[in-house]
């Protein structure tokens, strides 16, 4: 089956340092990858779209500037929190298109997610 | 804007017991509607999904069945096992979305010998 995975899985930085998370999908190659936070007892929220080879789409309330995501190859994304502060300490999820036309084509795959805490 | 509710766990149940998770959503037209999976240590799996009213989503006993009229879709499963214990998501995509989910909050199943 189709796998996706992210890298670290956990992650504990200073205030003010950034902090990059890879996103992988193993065996296909994603045209499309997005990335989600998820706060405590709360739903995972939709941060981002990310195209290979363009800019990500961020939805509404998401800054631009302080969430970096990069999707430079149809197998890798990565998110780079800047100038991480302990408000952005969050579990970070990200998930792949499979391609359409195959079996499964338009399904997501998840990572198993990163857990990023700033002292 | 589009939401989905999910009953909040944790739900402990004995193995062999019956399962329902309830998740009711608001979104405008129609929706699919889906159900996630996350074990231990793992990424969300996609459980079942249905896309449109009266379908009926199952797999691994699992089963949902999307009720427009009261904009529903519970998750049941007759009996319950051990290797159940995960946390369910439910979630709604719109159609021309591009794939774009809404997740309800995950509610944590534990079930015990």
Same mark, same amino acid.
């Given at each position: 089956?189709?796998?996706? *995975?992210?890298?670290?899985?956990?992650?504990?930085?200073?205030?003010?340092?950034?902090?990059?998370?890879?996103?992988?999908?193993?065996?296909?190659?994603?045209?499309? /990858?997005?990335?989600?936070?998820?706060?405590?007892?709360?739903?995972?929220?939709? /941060?981002?779209?990310?195209?290979?080879?363009?800019?990500?789409?961020?939805?509404?309330?998401?800054?631009?500037?302080?969430?970096?995501?990069?999707?430079?190859?149809?197998?890798? *994304?990565?998110?780079?929190?800047?100038?991480?502060?302990?408000?952005? *300490?969050?579990?970070?999820?990200?998930?792949?298109?499979?391609?359409?036309?195959?079996?499964?084509?338009?399904?997501?795959?998840?990572?198993?997610?990163?857990?990023?805490?700033?002292? | 804007?589009?939401?989905?509710?999910?009953?909040?766990?944790?739900?402990?149940?004995? @193995?062999?017991?019956?399962?329902?998770?309830?998740?009711?959503?608001?979104?405008?037209?129609?929706?699919?509607?889906?159900?996630?999976? #996350?074990?231990?240590? @793992?990424?969300? #799996?996609?459980?079942?999904?249905?896309?449109?009213? $009266? $379908?009926?989503?199952?797999?691994?006993?699992? @089963?949902?069945?999307?009720?427009? @009229?009261?904009?529903?879709?519970?998750?049941?499963?007759?009996?319950?096992?051990?290797?159940?214990?995960?946390?369910?998501?439910?979630?709604?995509?719109?159609?021309?979305?591009?794939?774009?989910?809404?997740?309800?909050?995950?509610? #944590?199943?534990?079930?015990?010998?």
């Amino acid at each position: 089956g189709a796998v996706v *995975s992210q890298h670290p899985s956990r992650v504990i930085c200073k205030s003010g340092t950034s902090v990059k998370i890879e996103c992988r999908s193993l065996d296909f190659q994603a045209t499309t /990858m997005f990335w989600y936070r998820q706060f405590p007892k709360k739903s995972l929220m939709l /941060m981002a779209t990310s195209n290979e080879g363009s800019k990500a789409t961020y939805e509404q309330g998401v800054e631009k500037d302080k969430f970096l995501i990069n999707h430079a190859s149809l197998t890798l *994304s990565t998110l780079t929190v800047t100038s991480a502060h302990p408000e952005d *300490s969050s579990f970070y999820i990200c998930s792949a298109s499979f391609p359409l036309g195959r079996d499964r084509g338009g399904e997501l795959f998840f990572g198993e997610g990163s857990r990023l805490t700033v002292l | 804007g589009d939401s989905v509710t999910q009953m909040e766990g944790p739900v402990t149940l004995s @193995e062999e017991a019956f399962l329902t998770i309830n998740c009711t959503y608001t979104a405008t037209g129609y929706p699919s509607l889906f159900w996630y999976v #996350q074990y231990p240590g @793992e990424g969300l #799996q996609l459980l079942l999904k249905a896309t449109k009213a $009266d $379908d009926k989503g199952s797999n691994k006993g699992f @089963e949902a069945t999307y009720r427009k @009229e009261t904009t529903s879709f519970h998750l049941e499963k007759g009996s319950v096992q051990v290797s159940d214990s995960a946390v369910y998501f439910c979630a709604l995509s719109r159609p021309g979305g591009g794939n774009k989910l809404t997740f309800g909050t995950g509610t #944590q199943l534990k079930v015990e010998l």
